[in-house]
């Protein structure tokens, strides 16, 4: 729908997520929650970027899957997501809505439920000035949206509602300009959200999308998803004086008379169409002049937005295009860089006085110090390329490219958006530095030059970027972001010890430097009390940008191992004595834009009374990405990982343990074609231990086993666990695993458990969340010729994550699991 509104209708449409994505699932990497969020907030922008869509979001932090909207609005306060909702509408003041979601258990997430309420509350409050009335004093007016419309899927609505009510919108035809029908572009959009596995096919033939009309202003007929809304300029001016809506009409028509005939002169030839259009703005600038001081928000909003359009369509005519480049894509406080403001007249028109200006931060500076291909007369012929070359100095003091909802720590399920209005909802943070050209168009005939009538002035923006070239794919482009001179990340940033080990394991601290000349300095690590670390500093020397050094700590305790967690704080200190205690990891997959995502540089360790089998020897076959080869070393097992050959060939040669990574069955293709290798492993003695799949294992089982997209799970991290069979090795050895092991757990205790299996399989914990019947298949094990074979929908990779110790001590337990002890327990059974 989203689609047909923009591309198809012209409409302007935005659409509003309340959260990031942020507690989701990872097809295509390792990052969660705050990384993960990034991720999703940038495959949202793509898909924008094709269906035509702007993008808002509130400060909602996706803390997980969520079955009820009660628990949804109870951890994001109610009312003040309604708030920053409202703020969305009145700042975007769209005339009809639609939401996606009924705001009842048919939407099955929560947190969809959540945003089906907010869509109808939002409705009534956004145009109530008496509602979030301190937002009326920082830049917005009340806004009264006049039709609300749902998705009329057929899970919200019975038959006969969707029979009386529905207005279908064909989204099937095809469209001669893009080559294929709005519902092809549509799927390509959402197949943007790889992270999400969302690819969908670009379906031809005929196809319908359905609305239905929930509340109305302007009468119930659902015929025409804009019925009763004037959606023509003229409706601009029904707040105006008789006078000016009289005068002002009359400029609206004319340009509405030259829009229709820069239509009819569309051809391949562009400059007709370019002058229609540039009598077309012609008009809108005389509407605007006239009215002035007078001109309603309304009116202003609506011609502003006009404007913006038509100069688009005037300067793609006219083939004029404008860039701004930097030379450098990671620039540090203090450095001066190259930009190059470059202005294309690509088509037939001369470009009189053609002048740049680049829009800097406050404390920035530029210089132009070189300007090409500009005549002396002070023209850009057409075809030809100006290029206005500035020196930018970033001052010492500038802030790192930190995503503005990422300023502040987190304020327990909601961002903390700073305290300026105009970043409010806004996908991520405006780029640093935008450029502007000025100029006039001319028409060159006979070796004259005549101004066109209209009144000279031209200007076209860009944000600046970074330009590439990879020698094997072609040209390239990133965001340009200001990083810090030094970087300092440490690896592993979490660690969590056994409490039995009295000796020492190695930190890794690594320093970067994207200052120009380089950085040499130190870097010590504090332990806390009972600890110690060897060396306590080292030095670093990195002599140009992107330059790093790995150096290794070994860090011990120095007395007796106390249980808990203990915090080692990391730092690099310059010769010069600037000081750094933070590093970035650059997020950038090919569909998204780069974003850089800070962590202070310190290593937590966590003590846990944890151990593993003795001779335990595991390979791991990951999946989409996930912690456990790091979790499992942490454990004090060694970890080899598998690739695809050595699965192929079924070398598991010294393994007593193969683990699955998360999904590892939807991610790796080869795995297919050597589930025999992998179950032959474990008739010869082996464990096999699979982690969740979302898509039903087939073959891949030794016996039937079924997991699917509705299989069950259990959101609640606090959920009651109960252990069927305590007696069975998984919970008595090494570890004996009691109530306290599901303690803390975070976002959820798993997902995607088992649905249906087969009796030779042993469901080992039951467990649900509130008001839901008993769940059994959580982790199931069963017996296959000398080995064992165990599925587990439990979320151990994010417990990993937040170092959580019963998830450490149970995981232990399953890949430590004895098929001689298994075998054992199930002939007492």
């Not at 703020?87 to 769209?94: G, H, K, L, T």
Request: aromatic share 8%.
């Amino acid at each position: 729908m989203l689609t047909v509104l923009a591309r198809g209708r012209g409409a302007e449409t935005a659409y509003l997520a309340l959260t990031r994505g942020d507690g989701g699932q990872n097809l295509i990497g390792p990052e969660l929650w705050e990384g993960l969020g990034i991720v999703r907030t940038g495959e949202l922008l793509a898909a924008r970027e094709l269906d035509g869509g702007r993008q808002f979001f509130t400060t909602a932090f996706d803390y997980g899957y969520s079955k009820s909207a009660q628990e949804a609005l109870s951890i994001w306060p109610q009312e003040e997501l309604l708030a920053e909702v409202v703020w969305v509408v009145r700042s975007f003041r769209p005339h009809v809505i639609v939401s996606v979601f009924s705001g009842t258990p048919a939407d099955g997430h929560g947190q969809h439920q959540a945003a089906g309420i907010m869509a109808r509350e939002a409705f009534s409050a956004a145009g109530d000035p008496s509602r979030f009335s301190e937002q009326l004093e920082r830049g917005v007016d009340a806004w009264e949206p006049l039709k609300l419309y749902q998705t009329s899927r057929r899970r919200f609505f019975s038959q006969e509602a969707i029979s009386d009510g529905s207005l279908d919108v064909p989204t099937g035809v095809h469209d001669p300009l893009l080559g294929r029908s709005l519902l092809q572009l549509s799927r390509e959009s959402r197949s943007q959200h790889r992270s999400q596995d969302m690819g969908a096919p670009q379906t031809q033939g005929p196809q319908m999308t359905g609305v239905i009309l929930l509340e109305s202003r302007v009468g119930d007929d659902a015929q025409e998803i804009f019925e009763g809304v004037d959606t023509t300029l003229i409706g601009i001016t029904v707040d105006l004086s008789d006078e000016n809506a009289r005068v002002a009409q009359g400029y609206l028509e004319a340009y509405r008379t030259h829009v229709l005939a820069a239509t009819d002169a569309f051809g391949l030839d562009p400059m007709p169409m370019a002058r229609h259009l540039l009598e077309a703005r012609t008009q809108l600038r005389m509407a605007r002049e006239f009215v002035g001081d007078a001109a309603s928000k309304e009116f202003s909003s609506a011609l502003a937005t006009r404007l913006e359009v038509t100069n688009r369509a005037i300067y793609a005519a006219a083939g004029v295009s404008f860039d701004v480049r930097s030379v450098d894509d990671l620039l540090v406080p203090g450095q001066t860089v190259v930009v190059q403001a470059q202005l294309w007249n690509g088509g037939g028109f001369t470009l009189m006085g053609p002048e740049t200006e680049l829009i800097l931060p406050v404390g920035w500076t530029s210089s132009l110090v070189e300007v090409s291909g500009v005549s002396v007369e002070g023209t850009i012929a057409p075809g030809d390329l100006a290029v206005f070359t500035y020196q930018v100095g970033v001052p010492g003091n500038a802030d790192v490219s930190r995503q503005y909802y990422l300023r502040e720590p987190r304020n327990g399920a909601r961002y903390v958006w700073p305290d300026e209005p105009e970043l409010w909802g806004l996908p991520r943070n405006p780029e640093l530095v935008k450029g502007k050209a000025t100029f006039s168009l001319a028409l060159t005939a006979d070796s004259s030059v005549s101004l066109l009538p209209d009144y000279g002035h031209n200007e076209i923006g860009s944000d600046w970027r970074y330009v590439g070239v990879d020698p094997a794919f072609g040209e390239f482009e990133k965001p340009v972001l200001v990083v810090p001179a030094v970087s300092v990340s440490v690896t592993p940033s979490g660690l969590t010890w056994p409490q039995i080990d009295e000796g020492s394991q190695e930190i890794s601290v690594v320093i970067r430097s994207e200052a120009g000349e380089g950085s040499r300095g130190s870097v010590k690590i504090w332990a806390p009390e009972g600890w110690a670390v060897s060396p306590i500093s080292q030095d670093f020397d990195l002599e140009e940008a992107g330059s790093e050094s790995s150096m290794s700590f070994q860090v011990r305790p120095d007395g007796p191992v106390v249980p808990g967690r203990h915090i080692f704080e990391v730092n690099a200190q310059t010769d010069s004595g600037e000081v750094y205690g933070e590093g970035y990891a650059l997020i950038d997959y090919e569909h998204i834009k780069r974003t850089a995502l800070y962590a202070e540089a310190s290593a937590t360790v966590s003590v846990v009374p944890v151990e593993v089998r003795s001779g335990v020897r595991v390979g791991y076959i990951m999946g989409s990405g996930d912690g456990g080869p790091e979790a499992i070393r942490q454990m004090g097992a060694p970890v080899e990982m598998l690739d695809g050959t050595r699965v192929r060939d079924g070398d598991f040669d010294g393994l007593s343990t193969i683990v699955l990574g998360v999904r590892a069955y939807e991610t790796r293709a080869d795995l297919q074609s050597a589930s025999a290798q992998i179950l032959d492993f474990a008739r010869s003695g082996g464990t096999v231990i699979v982690q969740y799949n979302r898509g039903t294992l087939g073959s891949l089982a030794p016996w039937e086993l079924t997991v699917g997209r509705g299989s069950p799970r259990v959101s609640d991290e606090t959920a009651p666990v109960r252990i069927i069979e305590p007696d069975a090795p998984v919970f008595t050895s090494p570890n004996r695993i009691g109530d306290a092991d599901f303690h803390g757990w975070v976002q959820e205790r798993g997902l995607y458990f088992a649905s249906d299996w087969d009796d030779r399989y042993t469901p080992l914990l039951v467990l649900n969340d509130p008001g839901e019947e008993p769940r059994l298949g959580s982790i199931l094990a069963t017996q296959v010729g000398d080995g064992v074979f165990v599925y587990t929908g439990l979320s151990f990779f994010r417990q990993w994550a937040a170092q959580v110790p019963g998830a450490y001590r149970l995981f232990a337990n399953l890949i430590s699991l004895d098929p001689k002890e298994w075998g054992r327990f199930l002939a007492r059974q």
